[in-house]
């Protein structure tokens, strides 16, 4: 019997639909077959991470997703709509791998920048920003520019900003890879804290087994290119995590079962 995590999971509408879906992309060296085959389904609220090698295709589908890359087979719906149409209604929030913040402008102003293209009033943007600034811990760091802030606290302010226009979806890609292991474990508690109060549904792209173990709902294994998804791994542990958890049997159990995943993607190619 599937663990209460997995079964509540399959009760829940699915916000993020891929079924058969291929991405080539074209180079003057020729075709270069990015993802085959690609089945998936994401439900509201789950927090969902996609492991695998460099150039398995983890990042090109969450850019797919997010409507940024265009499949050349197969449907991918999100939230019932094409990723173009989703985009265009701002369904969901994109965290990269750099922070990409404006140097010139403060955490306040980087963080409500896409509520002024979006045409948010001065009072809504202020409401807003003062909000998502709370809720990753940076209250009392609106006014600081990017280089007066470390790197795991400009990660947070990137965060904030694709939470400002309080999007159902985040999509985040490696957000923390560059950063040390002390840092990491803190953000880490920090993303799952953030994902229990705001309940959003996250896809996750991350290089680390443990990260991934973590903080997951729901493990998507891939293989090297063609990117294709070798396993589905639905997590059992509890939603409340603490660090400490990685050392549990259950967890390394998961975790053992992500790295078979892994090496059998490499013996299959």
């Given at each position: 019997?599937?663990?209460p995590?997995?079964?509540?999971?399959?009760?829940?509408?699915?916000?993020?639909?891929?079924?058969?879906?291929?991405?080539?992309?074209?180079?003057?060296?020729?075709?270069?077959?990015?993802?085959?085959?690609?089945?998936?389904?994401?439900?509201?609220?789950?927090?969902?991470?996609?492991?695998?090698?460099?150039?398995?295709?983890?990042?090109?589908?969450?850019?797919a997703?997010?409507?940024?890359?265009?499949?050349?087979?197969?449907?991918?719906?999100?939230?019932?709509?094409?990723?173009?149409?989703?985009?265009?209604?701002?369904?969901?929030?994109?965290?990269?791998?750099?922070?990409g913040?404006?140097?010139?402008?403060?955490?306040?102003?980087?963080?409500s920048?896409?509520?002024?293209?979006?045409?948010?009033?001065?009072?809504?943007?202020?409401?807003?920003?003062?909000?998502v600034?709370e809720?990753?811990?940076?209250?009392?760091?609106?006014?600081?520019?990017?280089?007066?802030?470390?790197?795991?606290m400009?990660?947070?302010?990137?965060?904030?900003?694709?939470?400002?226009?309080?999007?159902?979806?985040?999509?985040?890609?490696?957000?923390?890879?560059?950063?040390?292991?002390?840092?990491?474990?803190?953000?880490?508690?920090?993303?799952?804290?953030?994902?229990?109060?705001?309940?959003?549904?996250?896809?996750?792209?991350?290089?680390?087994?443990p990260?991934?173990?973590?903080?997951?709902?729901?493990?998507?294994?891939?293989?090297?290119?063609?990117g294709?998804?070798?396993?589905?791994?639905?997590?059992?542990?509890?939603?409340?995590?603490?660090?400490?958890?990685?050392?549990?049997?259950?967890?390394?159990?998961?975790?053992?079962?992500?790295?078979?995943?892994?090496?059998?993607?490499?013996?299959?190619?």
């Amino acid at each position: 019997m599937a663990p209460p995590a997995a079964r509540a999971a399959q009760t829940r509408e699915a916000v993020i639909s891929a079924r058969d879906v291929d991405l080539v992309f074209e180079t003057n060296d020729g075709p270069v077959h990015a993802l085959s085959g690609v089945n998936l389904e994401i439900g509201k609220g789950e927090f969902v991470s996609f492991i695998g090698p460099s150039g398995c295709g983890k990042t090109t589908f969450l850019r797919a997703v997010a409507g940024l890359e265009h499949p050349t087979g197969g449907t991918l719906s999100v939230n019932g709509m094409s990723p173009d149409a989703a985009r265009q209604a701002r369904a969901y929030g994109y965290v990269f791998q750099a922070a990409g913040l404006y140097p010139w402008r403060t955490i306040a102003r980087n963080v409500s920048l896409p509520l002024e293209i979006m045409g948010y009033s001065k009072s809504e943007q202020a409401e807003r920003v003062a909000r998502v600034l709370e809720l990753v811990d940076l209250a009392g760091f609106a006014k600081k520019f990017p280089w007066q802030l470390s790197g795991g606290m400009q990660q947070r302010a990137s965060i904030a900003r694709a939470l400002a226009f309080d999007a159902d979806i985040l999509l985040m890609d490696e957000p923390f890879g560059a950063l040390d292991e002390i840092v990491r474990d803190h953000l880490n508690e920090q993303l799952l804290a953030l994902w229990a109060r705001t309940e959003k549904t996250i896809g996750f792209v991350t290089h680390s087994i443990p990260e991934a173990v973590y903080l997951s709902t729901k493990i998507v294994v891939m293989s090297p290119r063609p990117g294709r998804i070798t396993d589905v791994i639905d997590s059992s542990l509890p939603r409340e995590r603490p660090l400490e958890i990685r050392d549990t049997p259950e967890f390394i159990e998961i975790a053992n079962r992500v790295r078979d995943g892994l090496r059998a993607g490499h013996i299959d190619e």
